[in-house]
């Protein structure tokens, strides 16, 4: 079975400040990995996603994800925050085998301070 | 493209009452996904279909719970009898299906935020 587990309900950051949300998950098998952005009463959009090219994947809103087999690790990283950046963000992995199922994170909430 | 729509956006409803909730995926995805979220459990994966055939629904809490795919462009998900505990937003989702579809993004709709009293 696949999972993620995200580290971290509540980030809270400064105008300006780096953000980093952490994503760690399990698989047996190649993983496609996924960040998800949701703004209040709204469905979640996709930010980015890593599907076995390149390890450092870039997405929309500045944002961008670095793969790392060896630590089974994929954060999402932005150099400045936003205060347009304040949402719950999660982390997604492909399910076992070839289903195709997306099993999701907690998800972590993202305040941005002024 | 008009996205994945979803009715009605808020449900309010008696416990005991039956309740469907409806969605439209985005045309010519042919996987279809419907999610739950609630503040304890976060984002659940109840069900989902490829092509109208459901492929997995351990999902499913209990047998108050059923979905329908009828068509590639509609599908259902009713509870009956509907309890307080049902109380979530309830997300429908849909992806291209076919070879190298699995690293296609889900497209998310608006949700439906139910109430059971």
């Known amino acids: 079975a696949q999972s993620v587990t995200q580290l971290g309900s509540h980030v809270s950051v400064s105008e300006g400040a780096l953000v980093l949300l952490r994503c760690n998950y399990s698989?047996?098998?190649?993983?496609?990995l996924f960040w998800y952005v949701q703004y209040p009463n709204q469905g979640l959009q996709l930010l980015l996603k890593?599907?076995?090219?390149?390890?450092l994947v870039k997405g929309i809103n500045g944002f961008e994800a670095e793969f790392k087999k060896s630590e089974t690790s994929f954060h999402l990283t932005k150099p400045s925050a936003h205060m347009s950046d304040a949402a719950e963000y999660f982390c997604?992995?492909?399910?076992?085998?070839?289903?195709?199922?997306?099993?999701f994170g907690q998800g972590t909430t993202l305040q941005v301070k002024p | 493209d008009a996205g994945v729509i979803q009715s009605p956006r808020h449900e309010v409803t008696e416990m005991g009452q039956e309740v469907t909730l409806r969605c439209k995926p985005i045309?010519?995805?042919?996987?279809l996904f419907w999610y739950r979220q609630t503040m304890m459990r976060g984002l659940e994966l109840l069900i989902y279909?490829?092509?109208?055939?459901?492929?997995?629904d351990s999902g499913m809490p209990e047998d108050r719970f059923s979905a329908k795919m009828p068509n590639a462009s509609f599908s259902t998900l009713k509870i009956q009898p509907s309890e307080p505990r049902d109380s979530a937003v309830y997300f429908c989702?849909?992806?291209?299906?076919?070879?190298?579809?699995?690293?296609?993004?889900?497209?998310f709709g608006n949700g439906t935020r139910l109430t059971v009293t």
């Open positions: 989702a849909s992806r291209p299906a076919g070879g190298g579809s699995y690293n296609s993004p889900l497209h």
């Open positions: 698989s047996s098998v190649p993983p496609y």
């Open positions: 279909f490829n092509n109208n055939v459901p492929i997995d």
């Open positions: 997604a992995v492909t399910g076992s085998g070839n289903t195709g199922k997306l099993i």
């Open positions: 890593y599907t076995s090219a390149a390890t």
């Open positions: 045309s010519g995805h042919n996987s």
